[in-house]
């Protein structure tokens, strides 16, 4: 019983440590992606399947985003954006922010965009053309955006692919090692056997022998 609970410990283990690293690739990989995507088109923020990833950087928009989240934004025609709709944008500073369209209006025949984050007491100052949309806001994941911002430091990617393969290999060491150990326990226990039944054989020749 205690070696079948062992069994499955270490079974459970084992699994969320291929789950843990291959969210850490996946996380890199996204990040690396961006980065390449940065440095070939440096005036258009990077997209991944139609779909843009974004870092928060401030908490304009608690309680619903949260800063350090990973928020997703999808491409759309702004055409389609109504009021309420959360949406990502640059400003005047080309920074990409994510709030809220409180009012579509209409200047000189073309349409804007009045936004505000939900925790902000104002407005924001610039009305949003349809050019400076990034993408409408799908979801967010918690957190995660802060462990990218880390993450994408050159030294870090680094130093968590060493400490992946490090990992894998002592893994791999100490896995081959257990077989090897266990190939050993069955030969030696199968030669054991073997030199059992060739006694007991050479017992009962002996015995016939004696009868004779």
Known sequence: ?????????KKISNWLFIIGCAILVTILSINLYIMIQSKVNPNKVPSVFGYKPFIVLSGSMETEIHKGDLVFTKIINPKILKKNDVIAFRD??????????????????EKYFITKGDANYSQDQNLVEFDDVEGLYLFRIPGIGSMMNTLAKPTTIIIVLLVITVLFALGFTLSTKKQRENERKEFMEFKKLKEQLEKEVEEKEANKKKKN
Not at 1 to 9: H, L
Not at 92 to 109: F, L, M, S, W, Y
Request: charged share 35%; aromatic share 8%.
């Open 1 to 9: 019983m205690k070696k079948t609970k062992k069994a499955w410990y």
């Open 92 to 109: 005047a500073a080309k920074t990409v922010t994510t709030h809220r369209i409180i009012d579509v209006i209409q200047e000189d025949g």
